[in-house]
């Protein structure tokens, strides 16, 4: 009799005392889900502990308690106490305590997406209304952030909001907040951003889509890391893969981390998987990247200062390089028309300024000091000093083993790599610098440049827009200064498309880092023929610092990133961190080449073989395509690596000449590798109309 009493008051006491806080739910989740699709997960058996906002007496089931969750417009989570009836909503400001009780069930607002999740298409299931101007679709449970043009209160639904929209010249965006009855005409210059938010229903005309003049976005692709950087795996004959990188954190930063986070992206397949790269021992965010002529991949620097790390597409794996001379992060770095690689500048990290150039020869692979190749010519004039004015110099490697170097200081150079190095002035670009702006190789010798600030931060983004023309190494630079862009963009994206137009995405209007105000969210295209610029679909999320675009194989973008909040140190809590900035996703951009003027999917050329996949510069090589169709051009893309508005190995080289015989064309490469750099490229083909093909990978050796 004794002893089992003793135990249950034991047990007794130990319950009470020891409330463990669950994480999962321990018994089987069940889905309520209300009539917009809105779910809301059942896990029996749990309470929330902490301040119920307002307690509703003799609700008969746990159903009708969710229920009454999903008509309040602010209720999240909700307890429903079976023992006596009475369903609690709770406090949404309020810390709760999620613990195992019988006597309750936990009721939580369960979507696909957690709330304040951007999205760029409806989740739930929308209604319509139709007015004087046309239909407008309303999804229920999510907000469009971003400034109104005009607030107008008691208004009795979002229907009501539709009408109201309607009857507003210019009103094409509207947002009900359902809380307080009030309805939010949205003002359609500002950046507005969709997101999950349960208190509101967004109204939207709807429009037809014009993808042949615009361009369309995908859906979001999510992803486990933030993309800060990217590069396409070299791969021949198809490339499918894009390996994306962050810092020791896969959303946060701080100090020398020793590893990396990687995601590997497969398009076509659509999968992602996440892994941590520390056999290099080597933080690698914000370093240099360039891709060597095996189609190796060299990293260097950034919060592991010194280090480097060459990636093996043919492996799939990671080695430790050598360590660079001199520790940089924020420099960027070239391959050369000998297959070397040239890196200068990055205060950023490991030290401030003296940061001149070194090379990296792979063939012996060993880092060479280059004290001609002096930095500070190339210098901005930051207020914030050395740490951030020898950052992402604009680098291309040229004729003879050298570097043209075209930004971001309002003056260029040409570097020369023999002996200890040289370095003399090409040009002066403008009269400002341009941090962080745009800059890629569209044609052979022309460098498109746009946006950027005067500074890293706090500075006013450029509209401005350069075309610089190079010859032969040493001699001046032209710069023609070409219309504004529409949008002023401070860490944009730009990558060259198989036609020789340039995609811009991204910036912001005030360089400011971790933010994403007054962000760009329509693309622009350039063509260099008209030298004017087209303004394209917007994207759903702003893209700006440590954000990275990329041209994939079949002629569309991927535009992701930005954010990872910095934390001080390895493994540091991101609690204070504004994760609305942090965007571990992408969107894919499908320019308007690839559809008809009736906005149907274009026919592409095909390119059925290739009499070579790699070669040296100056081949013939003759490609089979799976029609007769004439009039198709060749171009080679070379395939890319982006972080920091910087993608030094993208560059563009069309194919002159060639001869047609039915279905085969041949031609020859440009012999010089100094302007067809080694590594591997896009191999495009383009119709008659400029319909790309799918490209073909082909490694160009010396
Ligand atoms: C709706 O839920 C909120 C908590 O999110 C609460 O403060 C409010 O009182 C509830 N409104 C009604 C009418 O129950
Ligand atoms: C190539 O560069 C080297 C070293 O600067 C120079 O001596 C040589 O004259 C250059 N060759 C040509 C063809 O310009
Ligand atoms: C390429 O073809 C042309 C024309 O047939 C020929 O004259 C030239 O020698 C060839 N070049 C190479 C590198 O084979
Ligand atoms: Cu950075």
């Known amino acids: 009799m004794f002893f089992p009493r003793a135990l249950k008051a034991l047990a007794l006491a130990l319950q009470l005392r020891v409330?463990?806080?669950?994480?999962?739910?321990?018994?089987?989740?069940?889905?309520?889900?209300?009539?917009?699709?809105?779910?809301?997960?059942?896990?029996?058996?749990?309470?929330?502990?902490?301040?119920?906002?307002?307690?509703?007496?003799?609700?008969?089931?746990?159903?009708?308690?969710?229920?009454?969750?999903?008509?309040?417009?602010?209720?999240?989570?909700?307890?429903?106490?079976?023992?006596?009836?009475?369903?609690?909503?709770?406090?949404t400001a309020a810390t709760l305590t999620w613990v195992s009780n019988t006597r309750y069930d936990v009721i939580s607002l369960n979507n696909q997406f957690s709330e304040g999740t951007v999205i760029a298409r409806c989740v739930f299931s929308e209604t319509s209304y139709t007015g004087a101007r046309g239909t407008f679709q309303t999804c229920p449970g999510t907000d469009l952030q971003g400034a109104s043009a005009r607030i107008v209160t008691g208004v009795a639904s979002s229907a009501a909001c539709a009408k109201l929209c309607d009857a507003t010249s210019g009103c094409d965006k509207a947002v009900f907040d359902k809380s307080v009855s009030v309805c939010h005409i949205k003002d359609t210059t500002a950046m507005l951003i969709w997101a999950m938010n349960k208190r509101y229903d967004v109204i939207q005309r709807k429009v037809a889509a014009t993808p042949a003049a615009t361009g369309q976005w995908s859906d979001i692709i999510r992803l486990p890391i933030i993309p800060v950087a990217a590069y396409v795996v070299p791969e021949s004959p198809d490339t499918s893969r894009m390996l994306i990188f962050a810092a020791w954190g896969?959303?946060?930063?701080?100090?020398?981390?020793?590893?990396?986070?990687?995601?590997?992206?497969?398009?076509?397949?659509?999968?992602?998987?996440?892994?941590?790269?520390?056999n290099t021992n080597h933080d690698m965010f914000c370093p240099g990247i360039s891709q060597l002529e095996d189609g190796r991949i060299i990293i260097t620097g950034g919060s592991d200062a010194e280090k480097t790390s060459i990636y093996n597409p043919k492996t799939n794996t990671f080695a430790r390089g050598p360590d660079m001379k001199v520790a940089r992060g924020y420099q960027s770095s070239t391959t050369l028309s000998d297959g070397r690689v040239f890196t200068i500048g990055g205060s950023y990290s490991g030290g401030y300024g003296g940061k001149d150039g070194e090379i990296y020869d792979p063939a012996t692979n060993t880092w060479t000091f280059l004290a001609g190749a002096e930095v500070d010519v190339m210098l901005t004039d930051d207020h914030e000093g050395i740490w951030r004015e020898d950052n992402h110099g604009w680098l291309y490697g040229w004729k003879n083993g050298s570097v043209f170097q075209a930004g971001p200081s309002r003056t260029q150079h040409w570097y020369g790599t023999a002996g200890t190095g040289s370095v003399v002035q090409a040009a002066t670009r403008d009269t400002d610098d341009a941090m962080c702006g745009i800059n890629v190789m569209y044609d052979v010798g022309k460098i498109l440049s746009a946006g950027g600030a005067s500074d890293y931060d706090a500075s006013t983004a450029w509209k401005t827009a350069h075309i610089t023309t190079i010859g032969e190494p040493n001699q001046g630079s032209t710069v023609e200064k070409v219309s504004d862009m529409a949008y002023a963009r401070a860490f944009g994206n730009g990558v060259v498309l198989p036609d020789g137009t340039v995609l811009v995405t991204g910036g912001q209007k005030v360089a400011h880092v971790f933010t994403d105000t007054d962000g760009a969210l329509a693309a622009e295209l350039f063509n260099p023929t008209t030298k004017t610029w087209k303004t394209l679909a917007s994207a759903a999320v702003a893209r700006n610092y440590h954000s990275v675009s990329l041209l994939l194989p079949d002629g569309t973008v991927f535009s992701g990133g930005g954010g990872l909040c910095y934390v001080g140190s390895k493994g540091a809590?991101?609690?204070?961190?504004?994760?609305?900035?942090?965007?571990?996703?992408?969107?894919?951009?499908?320019?308007?080449?690839?559809?008809n003027s009736d906005n149907t999917a274009a026919t592409r050329p095909v390119i059925s073989s290739v009499s070579s996949y790699s070669m040296r510069v100056g081949s013939n090589l003759s490609v089979t395509m799976g029609s007769a169709a004439g009039g198709v051009k060749f171009s080679l893309v070379r395939i890319g690596s982006a972080t920091h508005s910087i993608n030094t190995d993208q560059r563009r080289i069309p194919i002159g000449t060639t001869t047609q015989s039915g279905t085969q064309y041949s031609f020859t490469l440009e012999k010089d590798s100094g302007i067809l750099l080694p590594g591997y490229y896009y191999l495009f083909a383009l119709s008659s109309t400029g319909v790309p093909s799918v490209a073909k990978t082909i490694q160009i050796t010396l």
Request: charged letters at 15%; proline letters at 2%.
């Open 19 to 91: 409330t463990i806080a669950l994480d999962t739910c321990p018994t089987a989740v069940t889905t309520y889900t209300d009539g917009t699709g809105a779910q809301y997960a059942i896990c029996a058996d749990t309470d929330l502990q902490g301040t119920t906002a307002v307690a509703t007496q003799n609700v008969a089931s746990t159903a009708a308690c969710a229920q009454l969750c999903s008509a309040n417009s602010t209720c999240i989570r909700a307890v429903y106490d079976t023992s006596r009836k009475v369903c609690h909503i709770k406090d």
């Open 250 to 278: 896969g959303t946060t930063f701080g100090g020398a981390g020793g590893e990396t986070q990687f995601a590997d992206y497969n398009w076509k397949t659509g999968t992602v998987s996440q892994k941590t790269i520390s």
């Open 573 to 595: 809590s991101d609690a204070a961190c504004n994760l609305a900035v942090n965007h571990a996703d992408g969107q894919i951009f499908t320019p308007p080449y690839l559809f």
